[in-house]
């Protein structure tokens, strides 16, 4: 069934160490998504893409890198420059303007 | 950037009672969502609504953006209801629509 695939649901990892966290899309849609949740706190952009082979930093991209090789996939890596990536990430997809941004279901990073 | 405030902060109801949600913004817009993240971190997607107004079952929502502001009712609220609600929005002018500002969110908590 078509929808937008987060894995995994926890990650932990110690401090210094790179991590990548995935996110697939079988809906077609042609931009992508990456935002991060503090709690009590909206979500803040880090990453997007519209188109594959290309991408744009968002509001708070530094101490983070992605790809976008196929139009499925947008992998999101928080690397050990990122001072505080203890949060939640979600990854977001939207079939063209003016429509719905839709969600996957988040991946809690943890890093001690 | 555009700035998005959301009132209030917290909500409590007893099941059955209507609510309205308030999100105020800062410039004008051509895109507006409001989205609801239920307590297991999932964000749904409830309206696509830049202008006019639009009613999905219990909940309808209406935005006048000449006067920067919309509004999310709820109606005969069910314990289903809580969690948080989030407003977002991109500035008019942006290049992309999927590069939303998120307010802070509204608690609702709603009890049998």
């Known amino acids: 069934d078509g929808g937008i695939t987060q894995s995994p649901k926890y990650l932990f990892r110690k401090e210094g160490q790179n991590v990548t966290l995935s996110c697939e899309q079988n809906?077609?849609?042609?931009?992508m998504y990456w935002y991060r949740q503090d709690p009590g706190q909206g979500l803040r952009l880090i990453y997007y893409?519209?188109?594959?082979?290309?991408?744009q930093k968002g509001d708070i991209a530094e101490g983070y890198s992605v790809s976008r090789e196929k139009k499925e996939s947008f992998p999101l890596t928080v690397t050990s420059a990122q001072k505080n990536p203890t949060a939640f990430y979600l990854c977001?997809?939207?079939?063209?303007?003016?429509?719905?941004?839709?969600f996957g279901n988040g991946t809690r990073l943890t890093v001690t | 950037g555009i700035q998005v405030e959301q009132s209030p902060p917290d909500l409590i109801l007893q099941e059955g009672a209507n609510s309205t949600l308030r999100c105020n913004f800062s410039?004008?817009?051509?895109?507006l969502q409001w989205f609801h993240q239920n307590p297991w971190g999932q964000l749904i997607n409830l309206f696509y609504i830049p202008s006019g107004t639009k009613q999905n079952g219990r909940l309808s929502a209406t935005t006048v953006a000449t006067e920067r502001y919309s509004l999310l009712y709820i109606s005969s609220s069910q314990t289903t209801d809580s969690g948080v609600y989030f407003c977002?929005?991109?500035?008019?002018?942006?290049?992309?629509?999927?590069?939303?500002?998120f307010g802070q969110g509204t608690i609702l908590t709603v009890h049998p």
């Open positions: 893409s519209q188109i594959v082979n290309d991408f």
């Open positions: 977002a929005v991109v500035n008019a002018g942006g290049t992309s629509y999927g590069k939303l500002t």
């Open positions: 809906l077609n849609h042609d931009a």
């Open positions: 977001a997809t939207e079939e063209g303007h003016g429509s719905p941004l839709h």
């Open positions: 410039d004008s817009v051509n895109n």
